[in-house]
Nanobody, 130 residues
Framework: QVQLVESGGGLVQAGGSLRLSCAAS????????IGWFRQAPGKEREGVSC????????YYADSVKGRFTISRDNAKNTMYLQMNSLKPEDTAVYYC???????????????????????WGQGTQVTVSS
């Protein structure tokens, strides 16, 4: 059974840090394009960061560049999102996702739309207070 399970969300003050984890089971993350998305109330789901299965390139939304870092531990079959210098506008439910596709010609995170990803976690709430 293919499953992604997130953990690590919570409440943090602005300027603080959180690390989200996403453990995969039933498939090997190494062969997939993996990513983190978020959805704030009343807004569409947006891409935060991805690692391409093609060449391991990483992509970030402009709003999180320099603050967030995506990584993967193949031995643990787990992906992470380290979030530093958090802002109130980062408040959202965060989802990890995996897609069985190999991106080519990707320049920006906006090209990696949620519809490309076939497996999703249940989401974890991140709340940043001002």
């Amino acid at each position: 059974q293919v499953q992604l399970v997130e953990s690590g969300g919570g409440l943090v003050q602005a300027g603080g840090s959180l690390r989200l984890s996403c453990a995969a089971s039933g498939f090997t993350l190494d062969y997939y394009t993996i990513g983190w998305f978020r959805q704030a109330p009343g807004k569409e789901r947006e891409g935060v960061s991805c690692i391409s299965s093609t060449d391991g390139s990483t992509y970030y939304a402009d709003s999180v560049k320099g603050r967030f870092t995506i990584s993967r531990d193949n031995a643990k079959n787990t992906m992470y999102l380290q979030m530093n210098s958090l802002k109130p506008e980062d408040t959202a439910v965060y989802y990890c996702a995996a897609g069985a596709f190999h991106p080519i010609g990707i320049v920006t995170m906006t090209q990696l739309q949620p519809g490309l990803f076939g497996s999703w976690g249940q989401g974890t709430q991140v709340t940043v207070s001002s």
